[in-house]
């Protein structure tokens, strides 16, 4: 039998259940179990969990439906458990170094108590310094485990249910468990308040609590909040019924009734038109259970339990009102150069939303591009009756296909448009000014999978976070977001990191990539006419990512040497980061420069391989299987100044080379497409092509536009299934 059984409940955190089990595994104390409960074995978490016990025989996978809420997911991790003492752990918070320690070493000291309490310390949602630490109150009783009668202030009402570990067999043998709905940490620690004969504490932070950017979603408005009073009627019945005594019944109804009274003086928590009902239910309570002769706490702290002992709501109401300031929502509107611009889109603003107007941007309006254009596309076939407008800066109209609705940057036309429309899709992210309407729908495809950092998992890299301007405004540019597409589950986990919002994340492609399992040998020919490579002829695409440590475009290699190195039949095909698209033509020899070429998938098709570095286009390319080789000639530079997602060096997506002679000899001898590259291509296929199978576009546009249910949208395409277009020359 393990001496812990940690429990790990997984829900809406699969970008963070890493670090949680990460800080479990890394524990010098050994003996215990992990248990990750998961919605469901298709849930993105279950992914992550499932690795992580292939690689550790501790690391048990439960399913626990979503609907069933918190307190049925730890309770389905309690009946795995065989652990001696059982630890709650939120998917997104972590155990400290030494932990599991602590607590084996102060069990040995206090022997076999029902409930070892401990503190916890809340940290900020960036990783920053821990903001507070909490825990038990303070005791008075000196010996190491204590009746609870020597402590009744010590209730475990006011702690999380992971600011404590529980004995097992305490748990089971008293029929224990997380009562349904929410504020089930109060029934919880109540309840075993209640049943506990042999306490103990432990004065030392064993788990870092996330504090969520969104807040907590017990924090939310609605009617769950009065769940909170059916926790609190149902550990009071249970005290009565176990006839708990006085001098413990007493604190226990008063630290429960603190937490009533919280969310009754809470502006928000609460809906206005059912906070006197909340109030009345919450006297009727008090009323009922008031011990005989008790007297609410003195001083101001009191006030509150004395107007809900009286039932005084507009009292109580006017009470909280004092001292909080108004709080104004006043509209950001644009700043743009001239007062009637301002007013004009002040003006659109209070117009009604066009239901059938989209707006559509790629690369913050360098063109018709990207997932944004698929979409476009995707949309004029299935859902014509949408009228699409695509974002362009000035001089770029000449990018839009004809038959394309535009409108230019910083135009009137442009404001009045992104006022109206009910549908905003971006690859990169509208101006601060504009306003997210009630009713609008945002829609983010982003424009790669992350090899680097992103967002705000770039603050703690100073050459990235001083270029990226102020997180804070980035933040508000997510917090229009209601979807956000992921073309695997690794990205799904990264972006829930970098863009912490309350966005849908869609787990259906990229529509950019849909062309590569489209396309046909006649549309690769066609490509290769148009960019000019001779018949025959092995194209090599070079592709490397921009270098925030840089101050402009540097190849990073003499690609005529490698050309005539490689072989007689290859030539090159440059395509340097879209940063750098303005510049002049870099062709010459066998060097074809297709960096300003509109389409970067129409460049992957023409290419019969890729030469990276660290560019997101390999994760693309890799749809094709075509070979790959990734040119890391400074990657240890790179990983420190920039940061990275994983160790691309343990998972390639074909050889690895370092130096010119070595890329050089990989095409020269036919390995970069030999056995060896296929088998590091299919692994990182497996990984990183989970959901682009050619119907992303359609699934996006059947999802957000035409408003139709998940489970009507076309099923991702198995990978073994694929057909890709094929490459000219391999």
Known sequence: MPRFSIVVPSHGVAGRLSLALD??????????????????????????????????????????????????????????????????????????????????????????????????????WWDGEPATTSGPPPVTVRAPAFSPAEAPHLTGVPLPAWSAVYRRSFVTGRGLAFPDGHRTDVGWG?????????????????VRHLLRRQGSRLDLPGEHQFDLLDQTERVLVRAVSEGLPEERFAPLFEQLFDAVLTVAAHPEQVPAHRRRAFFRRAHRLYRRHRPADH????????????????????????????????????????????LRTRLAYRGHLRRPLDENLVVYCAYWGRGYACSPAALHA???????????????????????????????????????????????????????????????????????????????????????????????????????WDYNLSSNRHSTEMWERAFPGSYEPLEYGYPR??????????????????????????????????????????????????????????????????????????????????????????????????????????????????????????????????????????????????????LAAVFRDGSYAGPESAALRARFRERFCQFDDGRAAERVVRRVFLGQPPEALPPVIPLAERVPAPAATL
Not at 191 to 199: D, M, S, T
Not at 306 to 317: E, H, I, K
């Open 378 to 480: 995707k949309a004029r076939e299935l859902a014509p009756h949408l009228r699409g407008v695509f974002l362009v800066e000035p001089g770029q109209a000449h990018t839009v296909p004809e038959g394309v609705d535009h409108a230019v940057i910083g135009t009137r036309r442009y404001w009045k448009v992104l006022a109206r429309a009910k549908y905003l899709v971006n690859n990169a992210n509208f101006a601060d000014a504009v306003v997210k309407r009630p009713g609008s729908v945002h829609l983010q495809t982003q424009h790669g999978t992350p090899l680097k950092t992103m967002g705000c998992d770039q603050s703690t890299y100073p050459v990235v976070a001083a270029q990226s301007g102020s997180f804070t405004k980035l933040l508000r540019r997510v917090d229009r």
């Open 23 to 124: 800080s479990v595994l890394a524990q010098s104390f050994g003996d215990f179990e992990l248990i990750a409960v998961c919605d469901g074995p298709a849930a993105p978490a279950a992914g992550v969990a499932a690795d992580y016990a292939g690689r550790d025989a501790r690391v048990v996978l439960v399913h626990s439906p979503p609907s069933a809420g918190l307190g049925a997911a730890r309770n389905a991790g309690t009946r795995a458990a065989s652990g001696a003492y059982l630890l709650f752990l939120d998917g997104d918070d972590t155990l400290v170094p030494g932990a599991l320690s602590a607590l084996a070493a102060r069990l040995e000291e206090t022997g076999d108590v029902d409930v070892l309490y401990c503190e916890h310390e809340r940290t900020p």
């Open 190 to 206: 109540g309840l075993v308040a209640v049943a506990a004969e042999r306490v103990a504490v432990l004065r030392r932070v064993v």
């Open 295 to 338: 007297r609410a706490p003195r001083g101001r702290s009191g006030v509150p339990h004395r107007l809900l002992a009286a039932g005084a709501y507009t009292a109580f109401r006017a009470r909280c009102a004092t001292g909080r300031a108004a709080l104004a929502a006043g509209r950001r509107l644009p700043r743009a150069g001239r």
């Open 513 to 662: 990539n849909d062309v590569y399992c489209a396309a046909r040998a006649e549309d690769v020919a066609r490509v290769r006419r148009e960019l000019g490579v001779p018949e025959g002829k092995t194209a090599v695409l070079y592709a490397p990512t921009h270098r925030d440590h840089h101050t402009g475009f540097e190849p990073g290699l003499d690609l005529e040497a490698f050309c005539a190195a490689a072989g007689e039949d290859v030539v090159v095909l440059l395509r340097a980061h879209y940063f750098y698209d303005r510049g002049g033509p870099r062709s010459g020899g066998r060097i074809i420069d297709v960096t300003a070429h509109r389409s970067s998938e129409e460049v992957c098709l023409a290419a019969d391989a890729l030469i990276t570095d660290y560019s997101s286009i390999m994760f693309d390319y890799a749809n094709l299987d075509r070979p790959v080789v990734v040119y890391a000639d400074d990657w240890e530079v790179y990983r420190e100044t920039r940061g990275v997602c994983f160790d691309l060096m343990d998972t390639p997506p074909g050889p690895v080379v370092r130096t010119p002679g070595e």
